[in-house]
């Protein structure tokens, strides 16, 4: 539940950022007859990931075991391979964020109707996009229950509220920071979603090895126990775990991670002395 809150927090705060920066500068430049585009935009984007999201669940149903648990591989490698590309697109164009969503706005403002709100749907439904495909990959690889589900809604709840108060002004948050660490926190997760797409792969018949087992350290942490469940919750951990399943994880994760601090290192470096850059400004400052 905790590695689905933290999806639904960070990709829906992403979110909110966009929709609290668009909305901040068409009211800043006078424009606030744009604002019911912006809106239908995000409704948009809304809608298109809650399908997407129910087709994810439901598409497969039917098919035979195989055919689904390779498809529920193949997808969660996919989530795993998109999500890192979020988190590395997001530490490089945080500060470049506001002033290209600007520009789009400029582009748009005086043509049709439709082009703002492509902008706001585009923007806002990528992120919609992503978390759909890594929440779902995620509850797969934690079983299934409503638990996800539930940490999913709260986690996008919070950001929602998050997003509310930065845009009235009410709070500031050093969301350079708050990117930074909980992208660190998504690449294992990620790395726990890789080895879960690794083992459906394996049960499809796909990859070899099912039953060379790395380690089993089940009648230690069963995974019915609350602390199996914990694990299995926060990191995706099996208690079973093969051999590539656990080359995968390490072969993802090691370097990865390594890359992700390097490059926030390099970040720091290039503005000495200056604190870290909020990926959005409240409403009030925004323009």
């Given at each position: 539940?905790?590695?689905?809150f933290?999806?639904g927090l960070?990709?829906?705060?992403?979110?909110?950022?966009?929709?609290?920066l668009?909305?901040?500068?068409?009211?800043?430049?006078?424009r606030?007859?744009?604002v019911?585009?912006?809106w239908?935009?995000?409704?948009?984007a809304v809608?298109?990931?809650?399908?997407?999201?129910a087709?994810?669940?439901f598409?497969?149903r039917?098919?035979?075991?195989?055919a689904?648990?390779?498809?529920?591989?193949?997808?969660?490698?996919?989530?795993?391979?998109?999500?890192?590309w979020?988190?590395f697109?997001?530490?490089?164009t945080?500060?470049?964020?506001?002033?290209?969503l600007?520009g789009?706005?400029?582009?748009?403002a005086?043509g049709?109707?439709?082009?703002?709100?492509?902008?706001a749907?585009l923007a806002?439904?990528r992120?919609?996009?992503e978390?759909?495909l890594f929440l779902?990959?995620?509850a797969?690889s934690?079983?299934?229950?409503?638990?996800p589900?539930l940490g999913?809604v709260l986690?996008?709840?919070a950001?929602?509220?998050l997003g509310?108060?930065l845009h009235r002004g009410?709070?500031?948050?050093?969301?350079?920071k708050f990117?930074?660490w909980?992208?660190?926190a998504?690449?294992?997760v990620a790395?726990?979603?890789l080895a879960?797409?690794?083992?459906d792969?394996?049960?499809?018949g796909?990859?070899?090895?099912?039953?060379s087992l790395?380690?089993d350290v089940?009648?230690?942490?069963?995974?019915?126990?609350w602390?199996?469940?914990?694990?299995?919750g926060?990191?995706n951990f099996?208690?079973?775990?093969?051999w590539l399943?656990?080359?995968?994880w390490?072969?993802?994760?090691?370097?990865?991670?390594?890359?992700?601090l390097?490059?926030?290192r390099?970040?720091?470096?290039r503005?000495?002395?200056?604190p870290a850059?909020?990926?959005?400004?409240?409403?009030?400052?925004a323009?």
């Amino acid at each position: 539940m905790s590695a689905n809150f933290l999806i639904g927090l960070r990709e829906g705060l992403e979110a909110a950022m966009i929709v609290v920066l668009l909305l901040a500068y068409v009211a800043r430049t006078g424009r606030r007859q744009l604002v019911p585009r912006i809106w239908a935009g995000v409704g948009l984007a809304v809608a298109v990931s809650i399908g997407f999201g129910a087709l994810l669940t439901f598409g497969p149903r039917g098919l035979s075991f195989q055919a689904q648990e390779a498809i529920g591989g193949s997808l969660s490698i996919a989530a795993v391979a998109l999500v890192t590309w979020m988190v590395f697109w997001m530490a490089r164009t945080s500060r470049t964020l506001g002033s290209d969503l600007r520009g789009k706005i400029d582009k748009v403002a005086d043509g049709a109707a439709w082009g703002l709100v492509a902008v706001a749907a585009l923007a806002v439904g990528r992120e919609g996009l992503e978390t759909a495909l890594f929440l779902w990959a995620a509850a797969q690889s934690a079983g299934q229950s409503t638990s996800p589900l539930l940490g999913a809604v709260l986690g996008l709840a919070a950001a929602a509220g998050l997003g509310y108060l930065l845009h009235r002004g009410a709070l500031r948050v050093n969301l350079a920071k708050f990117f930074t660490w909980t992208g660190a926190a998504l690449i294992v997760v990620a790395g726990g979603v890789l080895a879960y797409g690794v083992h459906d792969l394996q049960e499809a018949g796909l990859l070899p090895g099912l039953h060379s087992l790395a380690f089993d350290v089940t009648a230690a942490v069963p995974p019915s126990s609350w602390y199996g469940t914990l694990l299995k919750g926060t990191l995706n951990f099996s208690p079973a775990t093969t051999w590539l399943e656990a080359t995968a994880w390490a072969l993802y994760v090691v370097p990865v991670m390594a890359l992700y601090l390097r490059s926030y290192r390099r970040s720091l470096r290039r503005t000495p002395g200056e604190p870290a850059a909020a990926a959005a400004p409240s409403a009030s400052a925004a323009a």
